[in-house]
């Protein structure tokens, strides 16, 4: 889900475990940054709330995934069927962690980032949020059936404190 910590946690899971920590939403807010077309084409999708188009997203991961030989977490990828297929024709993945949060607690949290100026996102108001949400759900169903059917799938609620959520995120890695 949108805004639901996935990104707070890849990150500790970077620092502590060594995990490449791969964040679409990061590497397409600083692609947008700069001042060619194709910039301003990904800045107006990311206002917007909008998905960025499968053929791009999947080259921009397959090229992220190639620069490292480690083991890493992708944070916001796949995020529709189609992504989730070409990533399987990549590499082989381990798992698939499905963070979990009721709506109401999500929104307001996306709310207070929105008031934070330094992690000001543009995509963070009212309107936008409710967009990526409604893209999230015409989306989730079929990831979700793809990768239960695989045996990849394990679901994490997100709703609680960092720490009792990574501590979980850790048990369904089989990490500690
Ligand atoms: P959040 O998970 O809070 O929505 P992200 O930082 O992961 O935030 O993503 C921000 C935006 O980046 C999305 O709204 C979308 O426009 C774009 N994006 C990120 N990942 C993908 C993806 N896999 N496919 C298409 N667009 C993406």
């Given amino acids: ?24 939403g990061e590497i397409l807010r ?14 107006g999708i990311l206002n917007s709330g909008n998905l960025v188009p499968d053929d791009f997203m999947c080259e921009l991961i397959k090229n992220e995934i190639r620069q490292d030989e480690k083991k890493f ?13 070409v990533l399987s024709e990549f590499v082989e993945i381990d798992a698939t962690l499905y963070f979990t949060a009721k709506q109401e607690l999500i929104i307001k949290r996306l709310e207070k980032r929105a008031k934070d100026l330094e992690e000001f996102r543009e995509d963070d108001k009212k309107e936008i949020i409710l967009n990526r949400f409604k893209l999230f759900e015409k989306n989730i169903e079929l990831l979700l059936q793809y990768y239960r059917d ?25 990490l500690d």
């Fill in 73 to 85: 977490i992708l944070d916001g990828f796949p995020r529709t069927f189609k992504q989730a297929q």
């Fill in 30 to 43: 600083k692609a947008s940054q700069e001042n060619t077309e194709i910039s301003r084409k990904i800045r």
């Fill in 1 to 24: 889900m949108p805004g639901v910590g996935k990104g707070t946690i890849s990150k500790r899971l970077e620092s502590e475990f060594g995990i490449r920590h791969i964040s679409t």
């Fill in 150 to 174: 695989r045996k990849l799938l394990r679901e994490i609620a997100a709703g609680m404190d960092i720490e009792t959520v990574f501590k979980h995120t850790k048990e369904a890695l089989e």
